[in-house]
């Protein structure tokens, strides 16, 4: 069945500095989604990229979708403590969405102040 | 308003209990869908309704029975709970079952059966 795969699994980064996660699929997406979940809180969605190549940006975050729309990643610019959760990319299932959303692992942020 | 709501947040439970989790949503979405995070933060769908209607049964224990009495409503009934049913549950709804729309999800249930 469809796969996304995420990584890293964890990342431990000093305040201020970057972080980057990243998701990939092992069949081409119609979409992807990014949600953030906090500590303790439930996924909350971020953005969806549908277009092959697209780049948008919320703030300190820039998403990015490849080419091929197999894979697609999350950059946050100098992050701040608000920032600490685990980001989860998720992809259409194989029936194209209608066996709902399938999700990566997860990275978790770890920011140390 | 929330949008998604579930009940009970926390439940703790012995082993062989039957327990139920509730959910509506108010968001006058088409589909709710329930999923199951394990200690490890995996989300992993469990089941999905669309309008009402059974879409998805994704390979979980029949202990497990959905029921969705109307499309602002999916709740969940565990029968004889198990050690391994521990896990945070979450409902979600999303405009419609084609994966073009974001999931809005509940605060989920977290489930701990001793």
């Known amino acids: 069945g469809q796969q996304v795969m995420q990584i890293p699994q964890y990342q431990h980064v000093q305040e201020g500095e970057d972080f980057t996660t990243y998701c990939n699929s092992s069949?081409?997406?119609?979409?992807i989604q990014w949600y953030k979940q906090r500590p303790g809180g439930h996924p909350v969605f971020l953005i969806q990229?549908?277009?092959?190549?697209e780049v948008k940006k919320q703030k300190r975050l820039t998403f990015q979708f490849g080419e091929a729309k197999k894979n697609s990643s999350l950059h946050i610019t100098a992050t701040q403590t608000t920032d600490v959760g685990t980001y989860f990319c998720?992809?259409?299932?194989?029936?194209?969405?209608?066996?709902?959303?399938?999700f990566g692992k997860g990275t978790h942020l770890i920011i140390q102040p | 308003d929330t949008a998604v709501s579930q009940t009970p947040k926390y439940l703790v439970t012995q082993m062989g209990n039957d327990k139920s989790i509730k959910c509506e949503q108010n968001?006058?979405?088409?589909?709710m869908y329930w999923y199951k995070q394990d200690s490890k933060k995996f989300l992993k769908i469990m089941f999905s309704?669309?309008?009402?209607?059974?879409?998805i049964n994704e390979t979980v224990p029949n202990r497990f029975s959905p029921k969705s009495p109307d499309k602002a409503h999916l709740n969940l009934h565990i029968n004889s709970l198990e050690l391994g049913d521990s896990a945070v549950y979450f409902c979600?709804?999303?405009?419609?079952?084609?994966?073009?729309?974001?999931?809005?999800f509940g605060s989920g249930t977290r489930l701990t059966v001793v």
């Open positions: 069949t081409t997406l119609s979409n």
């Open positions: 979600a709804s999303s405009q419609a079952m084609t994966a073009n729309y974001g999931y809005t």
């Open positions: 998720a992809g259409p299932g194989s029936g194209g969405g209608a066996d709902g959303l399938t």
């Open positions: 990229l549908v277009k092959s190549g």
């Open positions: 309704y669309n309008n009402k209607e059974l879409i």
């Open positions: 968001l006058g979405h088409d589909t």
